[in-house]
C-alpha cells in the first residue's frame, strides 16, 4: 500500500485522470512477475561463497520496493549436486550450506508479509542415485523394488548383456546404465547419477503426491515443475529411429524420441497433481499455482492447460523468446508474440520468458545493447512475466570464467557441450569485493568483471540506469492500460516492430523498438492509425538518445519527419503524461483509503 503522502499526489496529479471502467480484478498470478532466483547466485548470508535462503531474505525488500510480486526459488533440496540441486536425495530435507527447514519458513513468512508469493522447483522425473528410495530399489527391498525403470538388457552372448534399447539421455550419452549390485540397468533420461522415477507404480504416485503436501503446509503458494516432457517413457522397450545426417543431428538429437518424450501419460499425471494443489485452493481460496515446464509445440503447450471440467497447469512455460537472436527479424518477433497469446483461450493469460538458468542472457543473443529494450517488450506484453535475477539491472553472461573455474557438471545438453555457468554468476549488489554477494575471499562462481559499475547501489543511485528504466516498466505494469488494455501489434518494417495497450484512446501506450543494426525513423501513427501526432516518452532505453517526458512525433506532420530511433533501441510512448499514468496504479487504493478514513 502507497504511503499517505503518495496518495495524496496520487490525488493531485489524478485530477485530470480519464477515470475509466476495468474488468473485475484477476486471481494474484494471471498478471504477476515472477522473480526467479538461482540461488546459489543471489546473495550469501554464510560467508562459504554460496548463495542461501537466509540471503535471500536478506533481500526481500529489495525484491519487493523493486516491484516483484512473485518469489520463484530454484532447488534447495537435499543433493550431492551432480546437476546442482536437480538431483534430490531426500524432497523433504534442505541441504545444509542453504539452510535449514527453520530459515525456510522464515522466509516464507517474510514473503508472505510483505504482500508478495512464493513458488519452488519441484523435481519429480528423477530423483539422485544418492536418494534411499534408489538404494532400496537396487536392493530389491520392497515396496521400493519397482520405484525405478530396471531392465535385464537385451543378451548379447551367452556371457554378455548390452542395454535394452538405443535411448540417449539428454547430457549426451547411453540413457541405461549397469546396476552391479541388482544386476540390471536402469534407465535416466539426464546423468546416469539422476535414474528416473516409475510413475506406472502407483506407490509412486502417492510419495510424489505427499512431497508435493509437504512443501504446501509449509505455505508455499505454487510450484513449478521440471523436466515434465520426460515423466513417461513407453512401456514397450522399441529403438527410437535414427534421424538422416544433417547440421546440429548429433548426440541427443540424433533419434526421434518418439519412446521417451511427450507420451500421453504424462498430461494425467499433471492433472492429478492440479487436483492436490486444487485441494488446497478450496481451503482458503487462495490459488496454489501449477506451472510446468515443457520445451513443447504450441498445441502442446496449450493442451497441457487443460479446461473447466479436466484442469491441469495454470502455466505452460513458453520460450521461443529465449532463443529470440539478433538474425531473425521484426516480422519472426511477431510470429512469437501472436502465436501464443492469440492461441490462448480468453479466460487464461499467457506467460513469457526471456532468460533462465539453462541457457543465455539476452546481451547474447541480441547483444548488451538490446537488453533494456527487451525489457520493455517482456514486461509489457499481456500476462504473466518470469525474471531471471539480474535482469533488472541488465546483467550480462561472464564469459570470462576459465576451464578451472567451471563448475556445472553437465551442460546445456541437446549436442550443445558448453557449460551453464556464464548465466548463473553471483548477483552484483555493489562495487565492494565479489560485488557484495559473499565476505568469502572466493566465490562460488567468478563474479562479473563489470560488477564495479553494473551492481544494485550503483544502478540506483543514478539518474539513468537500466534498473530505473526496469523499475518504471514494472510501475506501469500495475496501471489499468498494461492491465486490461486492449493488445495491438504492428511490424513497421523488417527490423522495427511496435505494440500498443489501450483501454481508450486516450489512455493508450505505445512499445517501439528497433531490432536492427541502422538508426530506423519510426512513424506510429501510419500503423495505430488513432494514435496522436504527438506523444509523450515514458521511458526510453539508455542507448535511444531520449528521456522521460519528451515529445515524439508519431506522423509526417506539415511535411517533417517522424522521431528516429537508434539502432537496438526501444521507448515507450504515451498519451497522457508518465505521472498522469503512474498516479492511475494509485487511484483505487487512493478511493479505498479515502473511504476508510470517512467510515473511521
Not at 357 to 364: E, I, L
Amino acid at each position: 500500500m502507497p504511503s499517505l503522502s503518495t496518495l495524496l499526489l496520487s490525488l493531485l496529479c489524478c485530477s485530470n485522470l480519464q477515470v475509466i471502467q476495468t474488468t473485475p480484478e484477476s486471481d494474484w498470478w494471471e498478471r504477476t512477475v515472477i522473480y526467479q532466483i538461482y540461488l546459489r547466485s543471489f546473495k550469501d548470508s554464510d560467508g562459504d561463497g554460496v548463495g542461501d535462503l537466509k540471503g535471500v531474505y536478506e533481500k526481500l525488500d529489495y525484491i519487493k520496493e523493486t516491484g516483484f510480486e512473485t518469489v520463484w526459488i530454484q532447488p534447495f533440496f537435499k543433493s550431492p549436486m551432480a546437476d546442482m540441486g536437480y538431483d534430490v536425495a531426500n524432497y523433504k530435507e534442505i541441504e545444509p550450506m542453504f539452510g535449514t527447514v527453520q530459515d525456510f519458513k522464515t522466509l516464507v513468512q517474510g514473503i508472505h508479509d510483505r504482500g508478495m508469493n512464493i513458488i519452488i522447483d519441484f523435481i519429480p522425473n528423477h530423483t539422485s542415485s544418492e536418494n534411499e528410495w534408489f538404494k532400496l530399489s537396487e536392493n530389491r527391498i520392497e515396496p521400493y523394488t519397482d520405484y525405478y525403470i530396471w531392465h535385464d538388457g537385451k543378451r548379447f552372448n551367452d556371457t554378455h548383456v548390452t542395454e535394452p534399447t538405443n535411448w540417449l539421455h539428454v547430457f549426451n550419452g547411453k540413457a541405461w546404465t549397469w546396476s552391479e549390485k541388482r544386476q540390471q540397468y536402469y534407465f535416466h533420461q539426464f546423468s546416469p547419477k539422476q535414474p528416473d522415477l516409475n510413475y506406472r507404480n502407483r506407490n509412486v504416485q502417492r510419495e510424489m503426491e505427499d512431497v508435493i503436501k509437504f512443501w504446501l503446509d509449509l505455505g508455499v503458494d505454487g510450484l513449478r515443475v521440471d523436466a515434465v516432457d520426460y515423466l513417461y517413457e513407453t512401456d514397450i522397450l522399441l529403438d527410437e529411429p535414427e534421424l538422416p545426417p544433417g547440421p546440429g543431428v548429433s548426440g541427443y538429437e540424433s533419434l526421434k524420441h518418439i519412446y521417451t518424450k511427450a507420451q500421453p501419460e504424462n498430461k494425467i499425471l499433471t492433472h492429478s497433481w492440479r487436483l492436490v494443489m486444487d485441494e488446497y485452493t478450496k481451503r482458503d481460496n487462495k490459488t496454489r499455482l501449477l506451472i510446468l515446464e515443457q520445451y513443447a509445440p504450441l498445441k502442446q503447450l496449450v493442451a497441457f492447460q487443460g479446461n473447466s471440467t479436466y484442469p491441469n497447469a495454470h502455466i505452460s512455460l513458453y520460450f521461443p523468446l529465449i532463443f529470440y537472436s539478433h538474425e531473425q527479424n521484426a516480422t519472426v518477433l511477431d510470429g512469437i508474440i501472436r502465436g501464443w497469446s492469440d492461441i490462448q483461450p480468453d479466460n487464461h493469460p499467457p506467460n513469457w520468458v526471456i532468460e533462465n538458468h539453462d541457457r543465455y542472457r539476452v546481451d547474447h543473443r541480441k547483444g548488451a545493447e538490446f537488453i533494456d529494450a527487451m525489457n520493455m517488450i517482456h514486461l509489457l506484453l499481456p500476462g504473466v512475466a518470469f525474471v531471471y535475477y539480474g535482469a533488472e539491472l541488465a546483467v550480462e553472461d561472464n564469459w570470462t570464467i576459465r576451464k578451472g573455474q567451471i563448475r556445472d557438471p553437465n551442460n546445456y545438453g541437446h549436442g550443445i557441450t558448453t557449460s551453464r555457468d556464464p548465466s548463473r554468476t553471483p548477483m552484483p549488489w555493489d562495487d565492494t569485493k565479489n560485488a557484495g554477494f559473499t565476505r568469502n575471499q572466493k566465490p562460488w562462481l567468478p563474479v562479473h568483471p563489470n560488477y564495479w559499475r553494473k551492481n544494485v547501489k550503483s544502478e540506483q543511485k543514478e539518474s539513468k540506469s537500466s534498473y530505473k528504466i526496469f523499475k518504471r516498466l514494472l510501475a506501469l505494469r500495475r496501471t489499468p492500460v498494461i492491465k486490461y488494455g486492449k493488445f495491438q501489434t504492428f511490424v513497421m518494417s523488417e527490423w522495427t516492430y511496435m505494440f500498443t495497450r489501450s483501454t481508450s484512446r486516450d489512455d493508450t501506450v505505445a512499445v517501439i523498438i528497433n531490432l536492427g543494426t541502422e538508426t530506423e525513423e519510426v512513424c506510429a501513427q501510419n500503423f495505430a492509425v488513432g494514435l496522436p501526432d504527438i506523444m509523450t516518452v515514458y521511458t526510453a532505453s539508455l542507448n535511444s538518445g531520449f528521456d522521460v517526458g519528451d515529445r515524439i512525433t508519431t506522423s509526417r506532420v506539415n511535411g517533417g519527419k517522424c522521431a528516429e530511433l537508434r539502432p537496438k533501441a526501444g521507448f515507450v510512448l504515451s498519451v497522457n503524461s508518465g505521472s498522469s499514468l503512474l498516479c492511475s496504479a494509485y487511484l483505487i487504493p487512493l478511493l479505498v483509503f479515502v473511504f476508510f478514513c470517512i467510515l473511521k
